[in-house]
């Protein structure tokens, strides 16, 4: 480029023009989300429950068969069941193996004498991964499924909706309960069946982003530069379709952590002597007038990860929501 | 190769109808007569205009020329190779030689990628084995083509303004080396005095890369200025085919008539003589029989234009008109297959 253009000289004074915030949009959306309040307690709660999940992997697990682990969710003490949570543990009754972490239950013990607060570590790493694996699975199908009516159309299109369509007429927890009962209890096959039951929204969202992303101007100019439909599909178009799928993954999140315990409180759920919270509601319900905090512990925890998790989605879909945004005409 | 005379793009009777679909079943009930019949030629480091009202099938006959839509009917030859019927390896080879620049500049640039991502997506898929450092020099000479700072590479298009955003288009469409471009009305959606940087912009490319253009608009003015040949579009026809100045200083169809009239004269004391246009433009469902400019035609005879189809013929030496009233001169041809 030897010669000047008569656009040269306009081109400083373009530069020198203010452009807008040097923001990119996903730092707005943090923006938009660091001012939502519950959305916020939300993630801290979130980010709160994964530690402890975590933590209590590490608490409960028999990791060598001569060590046991620092609070044993599997001890039984007859002569302590049915404790309150906050008593000492009873040293002339027990063995010294018996002894819970610090010598105090802090959430009480259950009709077996074992140590709730262990019993809800153990459980909540079930909680965790099985909302974390089973959305994972679905998720990555309904981007798929989704991805492809979306994008191709036609008789594709035609036969997804239909899919969908008859899966969300199927009662999942039927569908579920009559899985396992054929199959038995197990965790990864809960985690499996939840997932390949729970995609059509995924789905539907993606196949409505992409309907509507096909049509943009962008994806058009990748296919005149020769991009392959794979790379059209996985860089230009996911991308900018993946925020409502995020959004809904998260409250999909908080739905299989409440089917995983509704399965669990039926007894379809991670096999005995597992703990899970649910398996704990149920254990707890025979004594909800003696030992109340047995019921109630795994419940609240329940209610409280449930709705953080909803809070947070609901948070970010506004983030995402172009129209709260400032500056940018979305 | 086009040395003999041959055009660069060669566009023959081609067509574009769209089904419209209705019911559960998905039946075609209709068809949206977009794009019927048309002829294009344009030369190497050639400039033909395109221009028509909205609607008329200007944006259908650009992106159908690509294939970014596929054609019902009609050739497409680009340097002598069949377009319409290249499979997919030869039509990913085409795509180096062809490229588009569009009217949006917001949606036309994804917003997720940043302007090095953007500009470097055809080296990225075409030339990936040259390395990232190629890329990322190949695309600073770019920006720096289209008079942008390279510093905008790790900048994303929202930072950027209209004028701003439609360079970085064009830097795209640049990235490999074109020989020919679909201008999609690339400065309709631009401030005007933005306008005639980005087309002195595009003159300067054309003269120093010998780049063809299709420029797609609907003004006649700004096609006049860049255009050697100017082709205007009414509801899916071509109605009149000529070089530049011949069309705009003298036009012979009526329709060229009326778009001409209205363009805005800079001066308050001039009053235009104006040739307004009855009634609103037909639907392309369902076009009017005979000439399909003939309702709303002044020089119209019932008894002709509203029964027979008119073709493209050859008037003057050059220019083409589809229309029953102009009188054929001395070198008559019939161009239509």
Known sequence: MSEAYDTTETYEAEQSEPVLPARTPLQESWRLLRQNRLAMGGLVMFVLFFVISVAGVFLTTEWHPQRPPLMNPRTTRLPDKLRRPLARYNAEALRDDQRPLGGIYVLGTDSLGRDVLSRMLQGAWVSLTVGFVAVGISVLLGIVIGGMAGYWGKWVEMFVIWLIDVMLCIPRFILILTVLALWGPGLFRIMFIVGLTSWMGTARFVRAEFLSLREQDFVTAARSLGASDIRIIFRHMLPNALAPVLVSATIGIAGAILLEAGLSFLGFGVPEPHATWGKILDDGRKYLFDAPWLTFIPGVAILIVVLSFNLFGEGLRDAFNPKLREGEPA | ?337
């Not at chain 2, 060669?10 to 019927?36: C, E, M, N, S």
């Not at chain 2, 949606?107 to 997720?112: A, D, Q, T, Y």
């Not at chain 2, 298009?157 to 990235?175: K, N, V, W």
């Open chain 2, 1 to 337: 190769m086009t040395d003999n005379g041959s055009p660069l793009v060669d566009v023959r009777g081609l067509r574009k109808y769209f089904p419209i679909k209705k019911g559960v079943l998905k039946w075609t009930v209709a068809h949206i007569q977009a794009v019927d019949d048309v002829d294009l030629a344009i030369p190497e480091r050639g400039c033909v205009g395109l221009v028509g009202e909205s609607g008329c099938g200007k944006t259908t006959t650009g992106r159908a020329i690509l294939r970014l839509i596929e054609p019902d009917a009609g050739d497409v030859f680009f340097d002598g190779i069949d377009v319409v019927n290249a499979d997919r390896d030869e039509l990913r080879r085409l795509r180096r030689d062809m490229q588009i620049i569009f009217q949006d500049p917001f949606s036309s640039l994804n917003p997720r990628f940043t302007v090095g991502g953007i500009v470097g997506e055809g080296l990225r898929v075409f030339e990936r084995d040259r390395g990232r450092q190629y890329i990322r020099d190949r695309v600073a000479e770019l920006l720096r083509t289209v008079g942008l700072s390279p510093d905008a590479t790790d900048r994303y298009p929202h930072e950027f303004s209209g004028g701003q955003r439609q360079r970085i288009g064009i830097a795209r469409a640049l990235a490999l080396n074109p020989r020919f471009i679909v201008c999609d009305e690339p400065v309709s959606a631009l401030d005007v005095s933005i306008q005639a940087q980005v087309i002195n912009l595009l003159e300067d490319l054309q003269e120093e890369f010998g780049i063809a253009y299709l420029f797609i608009a609907h003004d006649l003015s700004v096609v006049r200025h860049i255009s050697d040949e100017i082709a205007v579009m009414y509801l899916g026809w071509i109605v009149e085919r000529g070089p530049a100045d011949a069309v705009c200083d003298d036009p012979l169809h009526p329709y060229t008539k009326a778009l001409l009239s209205a363009i805005p004269i800079p001066d308050p004391h001039v009053k235009p003589d104006r040739i307004v246009l009855e009634g609103d433009v037909p639907t392309p469902v369902n076009p009017p029989p005979g000439c399909r400019f003939c309702p709303r035609c002044r020089d119209r005879d019932e008894a002709v234009c509203a029964v027979e189809v008119p073709t493209l013929q050859q008037v003057q030496p050059g220019r083409f008109v589809r229309c029953h009233r102009v009188e054929a001169g001395p070198a008559t041809e019939e161009t239509t297959p």
